[in-house]
């Protein structure tokens, strides 16, 4: 199976703000951002989408195909208390213990990120046990990030050495690594 995963476009939000499970929509230069991954995914043939609900990925997924399945375990990091709150306006006994150990330090009211890996290879068992050949992804960086973590055998606390740009779109084939 080939799974190719897609990041959405650049989200409509003021940097240095904590989002990731706000739907936040994208930003008006959509449309130029969507024709490079168009003319990239022209040329593989997937079997069907998944996509995560959030309004950043769902317009991107709905340019794409509409034979999408909308999966709530492919939406971001959950950051609780943090949500739609400057980085700088967090209360630093409430981050730094989070900075120190972001893998198995929930957020206040949110996921830690073994919480969102495990809802994501949740995920990824379910439709390794399908008939699918190639699917596309259409989610989030950190989402990105656990799917490249699972196959590559990373750990977690070394994902973010993956650098993601907006509609960046990585290519997996999980028959390679079974070999």
């Known amino acids: 199976m080939e799974i190719i995963i897609v990041r959405h476009t650049t989200p409509n939000i003021e940097k240095g703000i904590c ?7 994208v930003t008006s ?6 024709q490079p991954i168009l003319k990239e995914l ?5 079997d069907h989408i998944y996509a995560s609900p959030l309004q950043r990925c769902k317009k991107l997924a709905e340019k794409i195909s509409t034979n999408i399945t909308f999966d709530n375990r492919l939406k971001e990091l959950d950051f609780g208390d943090w949500e ?5 306006d967090i209360p630093a006994e409430e981050i730094n213990p989070w900075m120190e150990n972001f893998v198995e330090v929930p957020v ?9 890996n495990n809802r994501v290879v949740n995920f990824l068992q ?13 989610t989030h960086a950190g989402v990105m990030r656990c799917i490249w973590a699972h196959y590559n055998t990373i750990p977690l606390d070394k994902t973010f050495e993956l650098k993601l740009t907006y509609g960046q779109i990585l290519k997996i084939s999980t028959d390679k690594l079974n070999d």
Not at 19 to 25: K, S
């Open 108 to 116: 206040t009211n949110g996921e830690s990120y073994i919480d969102l």
């Open 29 to 34: 230069t959509f449309s130029e951002e969507l």
């Open 126 to 138: 379910e439709i390794e046990k399908s008939n699918t050949k190639n699917i596309v992804i259409v």
């Open 19 to 25: 989002y990731g499970q706000a739907d936040i929509d």
């Open 84 to 88: 739609l709150k400057k980085w700088d």
């Open 42 to 46: 022209k040329s593989i043939d997937f």
